[in-house]
């Protein structure tokens, strides 16, 4: 069955930096795009970032463009999300998520989706 496992979440103060992994497991890992999105109590799951399969294209929300980075190694089965600059509105769970062929920036396009790792910035 497909797994997608997010980790690298905590609590960091304003103005530092997170690295975010999800490994994936039972599925073609190249034949999906990956996307990360971002959920806080009371509102609806935001898209951060999304790659192509080949991580040549990459997406950014407006409100993450310049901070974040996502990546993917295709060896290991593994897409990342470098978050520098962290502001405390960055505080949310955040879901990795795989979507077939195309990357997308909505929720709902997507495949599959990870349990969620909590980030946490303090001001």
């Known amino acids: 069955q497909v797994q997608l496992v997010e980790s690298g979440g905590g609590l960091v103060q304003a103005g530092g930096s997170l690295r975010l992994s999800c490994a994936a497991s039972?599925?073609?890992?190249?034949?999906?795009?990956m996307g990360w999105f971002r959920q806080t109590p009371g509102k609806e799951r935001e898209f951060v970032a999304a790659?192509?399969?080949?991580?040549?294209?990459?997406y950014y929300a407006d409100s993450v463009k310049g901070r974040f980075a996502i990546s993917r190694d295709n060896a290991k089965n593994t897409v990342y999300l470098q978050m520098n600059s962290l502001k405390p509105e960055d505080t949310a769970v955040y879901y990795c998520?795989?979507?077939?062929?195309?990357?997308?920036?909505?929720?709902?396009?997507?495949?599959?989706w990870g349990q969620g790792t909590q980030v946490t910035v303090s001001s």
């Open positions: 039972g599925l073609t890992f190249t034949s999906y795009a």
């Open positions: 998520a795989a979507n077939l062929n195309l990357p997308a920036v909505t929720a709902n396009r997507y495949d599959h």
């Open positions: 790659i192509s399969r080949g991580g040549i294209s990459t």
